[in-house]
């Protein structure tokens, strides 16, 4: 057993958790984009490294050592996967929501499995018709003598072919509302999402809720707080996805440089043409830019900073469009054979694009930050 580590899960520090994704994750991230699904052993073996539960600290019941922790895990494994990635991010959004809303009742019934990677959570959001806008939002749940019936139609939900426990948003007579539901429900039915651009093999649902009958216990937090909590939860999946791109910017480096390093064009080895080396100039330092990013939104979350959810969004749009342009940049370098399955920086190119979009597109953050900068005068954010 390996001695308590710095930073890391558990007992397991980051050079081991890139070990791991080394030889147990990206072998295999193909043959998910492929299949359009992850083997369950995969799953298993996350859970017997604790990862799963690495959103919450030990202290909180998690196998976690803080948000710096998350990111390096989230960073690493999206350097793997993307799609493995995709379905850690929404369980660690559900876990959150349990922990830091939920009753005790359902903390009973879900906390340690969820922790322990016994059962998988997704998040139920975006619908038909009113995408990710809460005004506009359709689902509905109305209070019965025995708890909450849902009814309604969410889309887009990551992980919803396999998840056991989904935290659906439904606007109640007070207002939106949060509610984490069995999936084994009888009320609850899941429809495939076959052939997305990217993220394939993240097991992609829509989800039809149809009288579907739950307790009083599965009402998250209180009834109409539903946009704070969705405000809290997004956050954290953002953050997630910020640290992802890291690991995309990181995998989309590594590709380019080994390319670069063993085919000749012209005469010469590719990392001596002037056009090459800014490419990877260029992806090189918006890694480590991204990087340091997604840090300072990690450190001003373990502080309790309230400058972190702007921070969030800064690293997660930075981040986003930069994987796009270094996945975009990989193909070129790799000419012919980057649009092709020998190297993985077309698929690298797909799972960056959905990283533009998922968990606030790339114009929602702008309009974000442009708010923020201008409410605040450009304020500066502390780094610690």
């Not at 929501?97 to 340690?112: C, S, V």
């Not at 005469?267 to 490419?279: D, I, K, P, T």
């Not at 502080?303 to 270094?326: E, L, V």
């Amino acid at each position: 057993m390996p001695v308590q580590a710095e930073s890391g899960v558990g007992a397991w520090s980051r050079a081991e958790i890139a070990a791991f994704v080394d030889k147990v994750v990206a072998p295999r991230a193909a043959e998910f984009d492929q299949t359009a699904r992850i083997d369950p052993s995969i799953i298993a073996e996350f859970a017997g490294r604790g990862l799963w539960g690495a959103v919450l600290s030990e202290a909180d019941g998690g196998t976690g050592a803080g948000m710096t922790t998350l990111a390096e895990v989230h960073e690493e494994v999206g350097r793997g996967c993307s799609s493995m990635r995709s379905l850690l991010t929404v369980h660690s959004m559900a876990l959150y929501a349990l922990d830091r809303w939920g009753t005790e009742t359902a903390k009973q019934r879900w906390k340690a499995d969820l922790v322990a990677g016994n059962a998988l959570g997704a998040f139920c959001l975006t619908e038909p018709e009113a995408g990710s806008d809460f005004a506009a939002l359709q689902a509905s749940a109305r209070r019965t003598d025995d708890g909450w019936v849902l009814d309604g139609h969410k889309l887009w939900v990551t992980g919803g072919q396999l998840a056991d426990v989904l935290l659906v948003f439904a606007r109640t007579a007070v207002g939106p509302a949060a509610f984490l539901v069995e999936a084994a429900n009888p009320g609850i039915s899941r429809i495939p999402v076959r052939d997305i651009t990217g993220t394939r093999g993240s097991q992609v649902a829509e989800i039809v809720f149809d009288n579907c009958e739950v307790g009083a216990d599965a009402l998250i937090g209180p009834e109409g707080m539903g946009l704070a909590i969705a405000t809290g939860v997004l956050d954290i999946g953002r953050f997630s996805v910020a640290a992802g791109c890291v690991g995309i910017l990181q995998a989309c480096l590594n590709a380019c440089v080994s390319y670069a390093n063993s085919r000749h064009q012209g005469g010469a080895l590719l990392r001596e043409h002037q056009l090459v080396q800014q490419m990877i100039a260029t992806i090189a330092t918006n890694t480590r830019a991204a990087r340091l990013l997604v840090w300072q939104a990690a450190r001003l979350k373990d502080t309790g900073s309230p400058d972190t959810i702007m921070a969030t969004c800064i690293a997660k749009q930075f981040a986003a469009t930069a994987a796009a342009a270094a996945a975009n940049d990989a193909v070129q370098l790799h000419g012919a054979r980057g649009c092709t399955d020998e190297y993985p920086v077309g698929r690298y190119l797909r799972d960056a694009k959905v990283m533009e979009i998922i968990e606030g597109s790339t114009q929602l953050q702008h309009i974000l930050i442009a708010a923020d900068a201008c409410r605040n005068q450009a304020r500066v954010i502390p780094i610690d």
